[in-house]
């Protein structure tokens, strides 16, 4: 799962009711709800997760995301992934990952439902063999519906790729249709389809389930995992985290 970064649910019924701010998760999911977060303030995700490739294949990773809305309808996404280990048959190698930076904005529409519209770049901030080695540029469009308790997020992304491979195409298409609910006051679930479409590539994707905890009303934990739905889709993932808004 790449951090990218990450969902998970970010209407939380209850809190209609109260003054108090409270967190936006975007973990653990692949796709990002429309909404930011809390305005003028910092949120921080922060986890762990275990990728299983293949066979003779593993890929640790600690996924970070910073979030900053510093507009009524903008905001800024600064993440990637603070340590890798990779292992195959051949080598193990470790490191920093890349850093993503995204400016977003987000239009309500009406009481239940918004879109939103992420732009920007994927730093070669890791080690060549841990990432991509040039900076990769991407977008990416949203729309979130709240259908009585349930709410719905479907992403559709664009990334052309910093680095032009042979005979492979730049760019890639990205989709992902989660759905999450709170079933407590405290609990709640989420549920995702996600994929990449490249020509002359064949497509992957996974699907996605999580379980989520409301701490505190600025404090969000997940744990959950991933499981590949085609033959070149990493075999499964675990993963757990938390997300967490600075509020004084």
Known sequence: MRFHPLLFISFIPFIAHAEQLTVTPYRPTVSNPAELSALRHLEVEFGAQSNQPGMQEERNSLPFLLKYPFADQWGLLVGGEAWI????????????????????????????????????????????????????????????????????????????KGLKEDDLDRYRYNWAIAASQM???????????????????KPTSQF?????????????????????????????????????????
């Open 208 to 248: 996605l389930a999580s379980l989520n905890y409301l701490m505190t009303p600025q404090l969000m934990l997940d744990f959950g995992g991933t499981a590949g739905m085609t033959r070149v889709t990493d075999n499964y993932t675990v993963f757990a985290g938390f997300t967490l808004l600075i509020a004084p």
């Open 85 to 160: 280990k990779s292992r195959n048959t051949d080598e193990t190698i470790s490191g920093f990952g890349n850093t993503s930076v995204l400016l977003k904005h987000y239009y309500p529409i009406n009481p239940t439902l918004a879109v939103g519209f992420e732009a920007g770049a994927v730093l070669p901030s890791a080690r060549q063999s841990l990432g991509q080695g040039r900076t990769d540029y991407l977008a990416n469009f949203i729309v979130s519906q709240d259908i009585s308790d349930l709410r719905i997020d479907v992403n559709a992304g664009l990334t052309r």
């Open 183 to 201: 079933f407590t006051e405290h609990w709640g679930i989420a549920g995702e389809f996600s994929g990449v479409l490249a020509q002359q590539q």
